[in-house]
C-alpha cells in the first residue's frame, strides 16, 4: 500500500506562484512514477505532469513553460511549482503515484487540494 498527502494548495493572484507538495509513504520503493491530475467543476480530470523514478518528465500542454514537476527521492516527496498561474488553473489538484508489483500496475491517489486562481 502507499499513502499520499498533498499540502500547498490555495488562492492566489493571476500571475502569482504555488508549490504543492506530496509526500508518499508505505511501500514506496516499488512506485515507479508519480504526478499531479488536477479536475475542475464540471470537467473530466486531467494529466498535469509526471515524473518517473529515473527524473524523466512529462507536462500538459497547457502547463508547459509554467510548471515544473520535481521530486526529492530521499523523502518521497514529488513538488509541483506552479508560475503564472491563470484563472483556467482552477481545480482540485491529485496526487497519483503508480506501484510495479511484478506484471501488476496499482495507481494510488490522495486526497486532493484545492488551487484556485483568482483577483
Known amino acids: 500500500q502507499v499513502q499520499l498527502v498533498e499540502s500547498g494548495g490555495g488562492l492566489v493572484q493571476p500571475g502569482g506562484s504555488l508549490r504543492l507538495s506530496c509526500a508518499a509513504s508505505?511501500?514506496?520503493?516499488?512506485?515507479?512514477?508519480m504526478g499531479w491530475y488536477r479536475q475542475a467543476p464540471g470537467k473530466q480530470r486531467e494529466l498535469v505532469a509526471t515524473?518517473?523514478?529515473?527524473?524523466?518528465?512529462n507536462y500538459a500542454d497547457s502547463v508547459k513553460g509554467r510548471f515544473t514537476i520535481s521530486s526529492d527521492n530521499a523523502k518521497n516527496t514529488v513538488y509541483l511549482q506552479m508560475n503564472s498561474l491563470k484563472p483556467d488553473d482552477t481545480a482540485v489538484y491529485y496526487c497519483?503515484?503508480?506501484?510495479?508489483?511484478?506484471?501488476?500496475?496499482?495507481?494510488?491517489w490522495g486526497q486532493g487540494t484545492q488551487v484556485t486562481v483568482s483577483s
Open positions: 508505505g511501500s514506496t520503493l516499488s512506485i515507479v512514477i
Open positions: 497519483n503515484a503508480a506501484r510495479v508489483t511484478g506484471p501488476i500496475e496499482t495507481p494510488y
Open positions: 515524473i518517473t523514478r529515473g527524473g524523466n518528465t
